[in-house]
């Protein structure tokens, strides 16, 4: 699934990423990379995806939350709030 398809409060796992090379460049050095577990803090129809990785927050536009792919992380269905 793709990242803003996901819910709220859950815990992902970055499973790929289909950016420009730049931007994917990017993504690693702020350590967004396949593997990582990833919070959805805020996924509203309209505007940025927030998402929390590594005690840090990121907003994501749609356009890239559209080409990072995550999947359910094992053993954390929801997170601790």
Do not use: W
Request: with cysteine; charged share 35%; net charge positive.
């Amino acid at each position: 699934m793709r990242l803003k398809e996901g819910k709220e409060h859950q815990i992902y796992e970055v499973t790929d990423l289909h950016l420009e090379p730049e931007l994917e460049r990017r993504m690693g050095a702020l350590g967004l990379s396949p593997g990582t577990r990833i919070e959805i803090v805020n996924n509203q129809k309209r505007g940025a995806v927030i998402v929390k990785f590594r005690g840090v927050r990121f907003a994501f536009g749609r356009r890239i939350a559209d080409h990072i792919y995550i999947k359910e992380a094992a053993g954390c269905r929801e997170a601790a709030r």
